[in-house]
C-alpha cells in the first residue's frame, strides 16, 4: 500500500513568491495533519483536518498561511506571500479515528522549503 | 515549552550494545508514542504505550512509561548501523485527544 504522498519533495523559491505544497493521505484514513519542522522549534502541528473539515488551526503561524482539503485524498498548504523565515520541512501525516480518538498517525516524506 | 525534553540530546554507540533514550513531560497524558526520523526522511511510528500501561516490547524495542514521574524510555537492544536515526517522543495529552507534541529528540549513532 502507498504511504502518505507529499509533492514537491524540495521546494526553491524567492521570498514573496507563492508556495503550493499537496499531500495524499492514506486511503481510507479520515484525519489529516500538517507539521512544520525547524532545528529552533523541532516539530509543530500547524492544523489538523477531521472527515475534511479543519478542526483546529491555532498552529498555522499567520494569515499568509491557509490549508484546504477539498476531498478524503487531497489536501493543499498554501503560503502567500511566502517569507525566508518560512524555510523548514513540511510533513502531512494522517490517520484514522475520530477527533477524540487518534493514535498512530503516518507521515508523509516531507517537503523541505527554502525560501531564499 | 510544550515540548517534552528528551535525554540525551545525542547518543553514540557500537553496533552491538544496547541504546537507552529518555522522554520527560509536564502534563498528563492519554498516551505516548515513540517514532524514528532517518535522516532526511519522514517520520516513522515504533511504538505506542497507553497511559495505563507500564510496559511495552516490540521486536528489539521495549518502551516503558512511569506516569508519577511522567517520565518514559526507550531502549533498543542489540543495535544495527541502520539503527542510526532520530528517535522523537510524542504524547498526546488528556486535554487533546489528537494533538501530538514532541520532543527534541535523540540523534543515536550506531557505529559499525
Known amino acids: 500500500d502507498a504511504g502518505v504522498i507529499q509533492s514537491p519533495r524540495h521546494e526553491v523559491t524567492e521570498m514573496g513568491q507563492e508556495v503550493t505544497l499537496r499531500c495524499k493521505p492514506i486511503?481510507?484514513?479520515?484525519?489529516l495533519f500538517w507539521y512544520r519542522q525547524t532545528m529552533m522549534r523541532g516539530l509543530e502541528l500547524l492544523i489538523y483536518f477531521n472527515n475534511n473539515v479543519p478542526i483546529d488551526d491555532s498552529g498555522m503561524p499567520e494569515d499568509r498561511f491557509s490549508a484546504k482539503m477539498p476531498n478524503a485524498s487531497f489536501s493543499t498548504l498554501k503560503i502567500q506571500p511566502s517569507e525566508p523565515r518560512d524555510s523548514a520541512v513540511y510533513f502531512c501525516a494522517s490517520s484514522f479515528g475520530d477527533w477524540g480518538d487518534q493514535e498512530t498517525q503516518y507521515f508523509g516524506p516531507g517537503t523541505r522549503l527554502l525560501v531564499l | 515549552s510544550q515540548q517534552g525534553e528528551e535525554d540525551p540530546q545525542a547518543l553514540s554507540i557500537q553496533e552491538g550494545e544496547n541504546a537507552t533514550m529518555n522522554c520527560s513531560y509536564k502534563?498528563?497524558?492519554?498516551?505516548l508514542q515513540w517514532y524514528r526520523q532517518n535522516s532526511g526522511r519522514g517520520l516513522v511510528h515504533l511504538i505506542l504505550?497507553?497511559?495505563?500501561?507500564r510496559e511495552k516490547h516490540s521486536g528489539r524495542l521495549r518502551v516503558t512509561l512511569d506516569t508519577s514521574k511522567k517520565s518514559s524510555s526507550l531502549l533498543i537492544t542489540a543495535s544495527r548501523a541502520a539503527d542510526t536515526a532520530s528517535y522523537f517522543c510524542?504524547?498526546?495529552?488528556?486535554?487533546?485527544?489528537?494533538?501530538?507534541?514532541f520532543g527534541s529528540g535523540t540523534r543515536l549513532l550506531v557505529r559499525p
Open positions: 486511503s481510507g484514513h479520515n484525519s
Open positions: 504505550i497507553r497511559s495505563n500501561e
Open positions: 510524542a504524547r498526546i495529552g488528556v486535554d487533546s485527544s489528537y494533538k501530538l507534541i
Open positions: 502534563t498528563s497524558i492519554n498516551n
